[in-house]
């Protein structure tokens, strides 16, 4: 991909309070451009977003701006919302709590976006949800005919509906579900729409996980998650305009549970992250391609 203009897609998966690993290397590539004097923000280095789930929410808060134009949520405000935040959001003890109308996640995602509509955001995105009418993954997106006059808080509450935490939305005639009925990671989903955004030019896409358990037997979400990931990387074997990085930690410390809102459980989930950060060579090879992109030369941190 030498001296070669590209497009960025940054893909995160679902995993509910598992969100805190995503935006911990997103915090450790920001910081990375701090090192050497650039200040840049995260949709600065993204042509679309993909999200399922909490990674949608992920998404959507990175892309909200402000009045004045500027990023509303930086990366840490997301960070420190899920750390604080998240044993109210997340815990699968209140459900019945939630079922009866008594919505926390919707709450905050009402008072941080607000009247905000999916069609106010830019750049390209795609968040994924799943019609429980017609049995389908449903995708809201800038292509999408209704786009405005759906509010991105009601998008984000409609794709984080998780069955036996959050009762479904129902949106005109379908009936959504959380995104990750369809599939906890979205990449494959995101390289679609990627083409039909951007044809004929070549793509990057950066695949954001939640962490994953080496040992631990795999249920059917999580069998979905590693054959997207094989789909994306043989398709990179293939597709020449298409580069993929897949940056996914081990769990050595931290819960798999997308509930395990504990303190002790929060502080693995960073310290798990911040070690494959200092352990993986994938960020030397993500910070070369930025260098492309940007034409800077970066000091790995």
Same mark, same amino acid.
């Given at each position: ?7 960025? &897609? ?29 200040? &840049?923000?995260?949709?600065?280095? &993204?042509? %679309? ?29 997301? /960070? ?10 997340? +815990? ?7 079922? +009866?109308? $008594? $919505?926390?996640?919707?709450?905050? /995602? ?24 017609? $049995? ?15 509010? &991105?808080?009601? *998008?984000?509450? *409609? ?33 679609? =729409?990627?083409? /039909? ?6 793509? %990057? ?11 631990? +037997? ?5 069998? !979905? ?5 094989? =789909? ?13 990085? +897949? %940056? ?15 303190? !002790? $459980? ?36």
């Amino acid at each position: 991909m030498r001296n070669k203009k590209y497009r960025v &897609v940054l893909s995160i998966d679902g995993g509910g309070i598992k969100g805190i690993v995503p935006l911990v290397i997103l915090d450790h590539i920001v910081e990375n451009f701090k090192a050497i004097g650039k200040k &840049v923000i995260i949709p600065d280095l &993204v042509d %679309l977003f993909a999200g399922s789930s909490t990674g949608s929410v992920i998404c959507a808060s990175l892309m909200h701006k402000n009045r004045d134009g500027k990023q509303q949520f930086k990366i840490k405000d997301v /960070l420190n919302l899920y750390l604080t935040k998240g044993p109210q959001i997340f +815990r699968k003890e209140f459900s019945e709590y939630y079922n +009866r109308g $008594n $919505n926390p996640l919707k709450v905050v /995602l009402q008072r941080n976006f607000g009247s905000t509509m999916l069609s106010d955001l830019h750049p390209e995105f795609m968040f994924l949800s799943y019609d429980l009418v017609e $049995n389908e993954p449903y995708l809201f997106s800038k292509k999408s005919s209704d786009i405005g006059e759906v509010s &991105v808080a009601e *998008a984000l509450i *409609a794709s984080t509906a998780v069955p036996g935490y959050y009762p479904p939305i129902k949106m005109r005639q379908y009936e959504l579900a959380d995104g990750m009925l369809a599939c906890k990671n979205p990449g494959k989903f995101a390289y679609n =729409y990627a083409k /039909l955004c951007f044809p004929g030019e070549t793509v %990057l896409m950066i695949s954001l996980g939640t962490g994953f358990k080496k040992d631990e +037997r795999k249920d059917w979400i999580e069998d !979905e998650v590693c054959k997207a990931h094989e =789909y994306l990387y043989n398709i990179s074997q293939i597709d020449r305009d298409f580069y993929y990085l +897949r %940056l996914q930690p081990e769990l050595k410390r931290a819960s798999s549970d997308i509930d395990d809102t504990s303190q !002790e $459980n929060l502080k693995a989930l960073v310290d798990d992250t911040l070690d494959y950060i200092n352990s993986t060579a994938h960020f030397g090879r993500l910070f070369d391609l930025m260098h492309i992109k940007f034409g800077m030369k970066y000091a790995h941190i």
